[in-house]
Each structure stands twice: as C-alpha cells, then as structure tokens.
C-alpha cells in the first residue's frame, strides 16, 4: 500500500523560505509523477507543481521562479523549495503519486503560513 509522508510545513514570514518533503512507500516511487497541490481555506485544491520520472517540471504560474521542485529517485522523495514566500501562498500543502492514467496518491498536508 502506498503512503505518503510529508514533512517540512511550519510558520514563516514573508519573504522567507521553506522546504517540503514527502518520502513515498510502500510503491515504485521512480514510476510516478510526483506533485505538490495546495488548498486554502474556502478555496479548492489547486496544483503547484509536478515533477515526471525523467525530471520535466509544470509549475502554477502564481508560483513560477519562487519555488523549485525536485526529486530523489534514490530516496524516494520529492521535495519543494519555496523562496520569497507571499502571504497568499499561506495553505495546506498535499503531496502526490500519480500514475497514468488515473491512479492517484496524496499525503496527509502540511500546513504553511506565511505571515506578512
């Protein structure tokens, strides 16, 4: 069974920086595209950023040149460096394993505050 673990949420004030992390087990983690959604309060969940097996990254537009996507193959875990940090960014962030064409894995969410 696959889970999902992430880790690295906290309180920062704007303009700082955070990393997330999520460990996937209990799967192939290198067979998945991995992404980071996020959703705020009285809003829907909407995607951050995904990261393919061979590296090729999608990113919001909200968040383009401020975060950075990456993964670990070796240690199955995707990570999301977050830079220059807006209040608006303020959410609960969800780690996912999705696998073509519609299997779908997500974390637990980690929250993020960004106070200004």
């Known amino acids: 069974q696959v889970q999902l673990v992430e880790s690295g949420g906290g309180l920062v004030q704007a303009g700082g920086s955070l990393r997330l992390s999520c460990v996937l087990s209990g799967g192939t983690f290198s067979r998945y595209v991995m992404g980071w959604y996020r959703q705020a309060p009285g809003k829907q969940r909407e995607l951050v950023a995904t990261?393919?097996?061979?590296?090729?990254?999608n990113y919001a537009d909200s968040v383009k040149g401020r975060f950075t996507i990456s993964r670990d193959n070796a240690k199955n875990t995707a990570s999301l460096q977050m830079n220059s940090l807006r209040p608006e960014d303020t959410a609960v962030y969800y780690c996912?394993?999705?696998?073509?064409?519609?299997?779908?894995?997500w974390g637990q969410g980690t929250q993020v505050t960004v106070s200004s």
């Open positions: 990261i393919t097996s061979g590296d090729r990254t």
């Open positions: 996912n394993a999705h696998l073509w064409p519609r299997l779908d894995h």
